[in-house]
């Protein structure tokens, strides 16, 4: 009798999917970050004020 595992094929689509959707934000982020470079400062300005 032979095992057949069908399992693989959706964990490596939903792997895949994962890897392609965090690249995909991960850009978007970098791209808000360079757009919008004064919200960086005034995070700093804020832990700088907590500490």
Do not use: H
């Amino acid at each position: 009798m032979k095992t057949y595992t069908a399992k693989t094929a959706p964990s490596k689509l939903v792997a895949k999917f994962d890897q392609q959707l965090m690249d995909l934000l991960m850009e978007d982020l970098k791209a808000f970050r360079a757009k919008n470079n004064n919200i960086r400062k005034v995070g700093e300005q804020q832990q700088l004020i907590a500490a």
